[in-house]
Nanobody, 113 residues
């Protein structure tokens, strides 16, 4: 089982990025998938969740700005991030609790003011 994130980078405040999490060894369409982030000196934080039925949930700080989605044909989960703020700067990870509690390697997002 492997999760590989991509799409991070450096943007100015107000900009957008789309993160991707490509999976191998598991079928994302039947799983609940999460995006987490960890800023320097802070605990890892759950940012967004998408269930197998397509229900989504977000931490309050990103509601209305971030959108989690899934492309079953590509076995990939996305995190569209708009109106980025400097406080969104972090390493972003995708996570599949089942079957083995698998984390991706992370992708850095840096937002400058």
């Amino acid at each position: 089982v492997q999760l590989v994130e991509s799409g991070g980078g450096s943007v100015q405040a107000g900009g957008s990025l789309r993160l991707s999490c490509a999976a191998s060894g598991i079928i994302l369409s039947v799983l609940t998938m999460d995006w987490y982030r960890q800023a320097p000196g802070k605990q890892r934080e759950l940012v967004a969740t998408i269930t197998s039925s397509g229900s989504t949930n977000y931490v309050d700080s990103v509601k209305g700005r971030f959108t989690i989605s899934r492309d079953n044909a590509k076995n990939t989960v996305y995190l569209q991030m708009n109106s980025l703020k400097p406080e969104d700067t972090a390493v972003y990870y995708c996570y599949a609790k089942l079957p083995f509690g698998t984390w991706g390697q992370g992708t850095q997002v840096t937002v400058s003011s």
